[in-house]
């Protein structure tokens, strides 16, 4: 049994939190990069060329890369030797949002009821997720959010007789009703399998997977580069002002699922696609 | 290529332009996303005036990161402009000039921008960073209790926008 002090986590999430919204990853620097330099529609390679403009000023003058720094969306991976100590793993995980949007400048978006809507001031609470695994660590993904393309964000219930090109029709519907709100270029995180709730979580997964890696499983590797392509051929294109770049990356994860249902979550993300892991 | 804009603006100006110019405005621009909209529409209902004139003015969907010292604001990209779709006709019929934002606008949007001669404008979505720069001066005008959904009067200079609806109803989205 291995002890950490939850006062740990406070301090890496507090970090992750700013540096995640000044600083976006390297695969998806890369790909908005390649994006400008293929993109054909004179706009939209204007639009791509100010958004790695935008992506320098984020990183040298300390200014959110968007000022929609999300809602602080956390994955564990928490090791099942680990014993946690010094206090509530759920409040150390929002004390440390608390401190990383209140001293990194960012915005607190997350009101405290979604009908009385009253901000809470700090950007808490985070939405956790926790998964216990083997082993004596801990894995931390942090994963802003911001809400113009959550608010795109779909679940399609099909039926087993869809099959795959059913799937196909909700990523491009999703898609498509997302259009120019989800500031594309988009990343989108498709969920297949599992049930309601379980697609939803593994959409959201599949968007902190780095853009230039595929499925391992083939099918649904092929699957990502096609519906990348469809996706691509919309037309739709960087701010949904037209151009062959609407998304940079599909991204899927499975999970079996009952006889009666094939479950589909579509989260879509923007060309602001911040996640960052730590392990503890 | 870039048509230079003062704001606030005149009618006349607005019914130059195109969807797909690319503008650049300059001038004093007011920012209000979604609470501001409901507590303007609040204000309106219960017969007390707006806390600015927003006849001939221009609406920046946008709800600011904070500044640093040194700073005038912090990040400051547009916001998706639909959820305000509620609030815009009436606003636009008391002579609202311009809305900026990103994202698609309903056909009672559209049909109020045709009857008022107004117009449209979209600002890169997500480049908070690139056009805070454009901000010279920020000051919290109404509703400082609802923090980053306040409305800000902003001064701007060149801040750069594509005319997606103009006042003829064109749609750059739905070219």
């Known amino acids: 049994m291995r002890e950490i002090k939850v006062s740990e986590i406070t301090d890496k999430i507090k970090n992750m939190c700013i540096d995640v919204n000044l600083n976006l990853s390297d695969d998806m620097r890369s790909a908005l990069k390649e994006a400008s330099q293929e993109e054909d529609s004179e706009l939209g390679k204007h639009i791509l060329k100010q958004l790695e403009k935008n992506l320098e000023i984020a990183s040298s003058e300390n200014i959110p890369i968007c000022q929609d720094t999300g809602m602080a969306v956390i994955f564990l991976e928490i090791g099942q030797d680990v014993h946690l100590t010094g206090g509530s793993l759920e409040a150390a995980i929002n004390e440390g949002v608390r401190q990383g949007y209140t001293e990194?400048?960012?915005?607190?978006?997350?009101?405290?009821?979604?009908?009385?809507?009253?901000?809470?001031?700090?950007?808490?609470?985070?939405?956790?997720?926790?998964?216990?695994?083997?082993?004596?660590?801990?894995?931390?993904?942090?994963?802003?959010?911001?809400?113009?393309?959550?608010?795109?964000?779909?679940?399609?219930?099909?039926?087993?007789?869809?099959?795959?090109?059913?799937?196909?029709?909700?990523?491009?519907?999703?898609?498509?009703?997302?259009?120019?709100?989800?500031?594309?270029?988009?990343?989108?995180?498709?969920?297949?399998?599992?049930?309601?709730?379980?697609?939803?979580?593994?959409?959201?997964?599949?968007?902190?997977?780095?853009?230039?890696?595929?499925?391992?499983?083939?099918?649904?590797?092929?699957?990502?580069?096609?519906?990348?392509?469809?996706?691509?051929?919309?037309g739709i294109g960087p701010g949904g002002l037209g151009g062959k770049t609407t998304c940079l990356a599909v991204n899927i994860n499975t999970y079996p699922t009952h006889i009666a249902g094939l479950p589909v979550a579509v989260n879509i993300c923007c060309h602001v696609n911040r996640h960052i892991s730590c392990i503890v | 290529m870039e048509i230079k804009l003062t704001s606030p603006i005149e009618k006349s100006r607005l019914s130059e332009l195109r969807a797909g110019d690319m503008v650049s405005i300059s001038g004093t621009i007011y920012t209000a996303r979604d609470a501001a909209h409901k507590r303007m529409e609040e204000a309106l209902s219960s017969g007390k005036d707006l806390p600015f004139d927003i006849k001939g003015n221009i609406i920046y969907y946008m709800g600011p990161s904070p500044a640093r010292e040194g700073q005038v604001i912090g990040s400051a990209g547009p916001t998706t402009a639909s959820r305000m779709d509620k609030y815009t006709p009436k606003l636009l019929d008391l002579g609202l000039a311009a809305m900026i934002?990103?994202?698609?606008?309903?056909?009672?949007?559209?049909?109020?921008?045709?009857?008022?001669?107004?117009?449209?404008?979209?600002?890169?979505?997500?480049?908070?960073?690139?056009?805070?720069?454009?901000?010279?001066?920020?000051?919290?005008?109404?509703y400082e209790d609802l923090g980053t959904e306040a409305i800000r009067k902003l001064r701007v200079e060149d801040f750069p926008c594509i005319v997606v609806i103009d006042s003829t109803g064109e749609d750059l989205y739905l070219k």
């Open chain 2, 101 to 142: 934002g990103k994202g698609k606008r309903t056909p009672e949007v559209h049909e109020a921008i045709i009857r008022n001669g107004a117009v449209y404008f979209a600002a890169i979505g997500g480049a908070g960073a690139l056009l805070s720069k454009c901000i010279k001066e920020c000051e919290v005008i109404a």
């Open chain 1, 104 to 234: 990194g400048y960012l915005r607190k978006s997350v009101v405290s009821d979604p009908l009385i809507r009253k901000n809470t001031g700090d950007n808490t609470p985070a939405v956790i997720h926790e998964k216990i695994v083997d082993g004596d660590k801990i894995k931390i993904t942090l994963a802003p959010k911001g809400f113009g393309s959550e608010n795109m964000s779909r679940v399609f219930m099909l039926k087993p007789a869809e099959g795959i090109e059913g799937v196909k029709n909700a990523v491009l519907t999703a898609v498509k009703d997302a259009g120019p709100n989800a500031c594309p270029p988009m990343v989108v995180g498709v969920g297949i399998g599992g049930d309601f709730e379980k697609c939803a979580i593994l959409a959201k997964l599949a968007l902190t997977r780095k853009v230039n890696e595929s499925s391992e499983i083939q099918y649904v590797a092929e699957l990502e580069e096609e519906l990348k392509e469809k996706i691509n051929n919309t």
